[in-house]
């Protein structure tokens, strides 16, 4: 069993920067790849960033990329999304996923390939 926890999540204004966290624990070989997903109301949810736990290497959605950052700290197992000139289409809830994914296929943003969620963190944009 894999566990996730998110934080940082906050209120800021439009152009401004947040920090999300996502602690992680669980059978260390019991998934490779984490990312972050976001969901509107009213819309579906969205993958917006992956990280590889083996290398550290990243993939981000065209909606984020250029303005969003994902980095881990393995001592304290947690993956880190920073997240830059955040705009007024920016505003969810944020989740973390973690699954264990062979190499060759890559990686994805398509959530039925997510085994773990977390409960999600909200992040709100004011203008």
């Known amino acids: 069993q894999v566990q996730l926890v998110e934080s940082g999540g906050g209120s800021v204004q439009a152009g401004g920067s947040l920090r999300l966290s996502c602690a992680h624990a669980?059978?260390?070989?019991?998934?490779?790849?984490i990312s972050w997903f976001r969901q509107a109301p009213g819309k579906q949810r969205e993958g917006v960033a992956a990280?590889?736990?083996?290398?550290?290497?990243?993939y981000y959605a065209d909606s984020v990329k250029g303005r969003f950052s994902l980095s881990q700290d393995n001592a304290k197992n947690t993956v880190y999304l920073q997240m830059n000139s955040l705009k007024p289409d920016d505003p969810a809830m944020y989740y973390c996923?973690?699954?264990?994914?062979?190499?060759?296929?890559?990686?994805?943003?398509?959530?039925?390939?997510?085994?773990?969620w977390g409960q999600g963190t909200q992040v709100t944009v004011s203008s």
């Open positions: 669980g059978y260390t070989y019991g998934y490779n790849y």
């Open positions: 990280i590889f736990r083996g290398t550290g290497s990243t």
């Open positions: 996923a973690a699954t264990m994914r062979r190499l060759a296929l890559g990686f994805t943003l398509e959530q039925p390939d997510y085994k773990y």
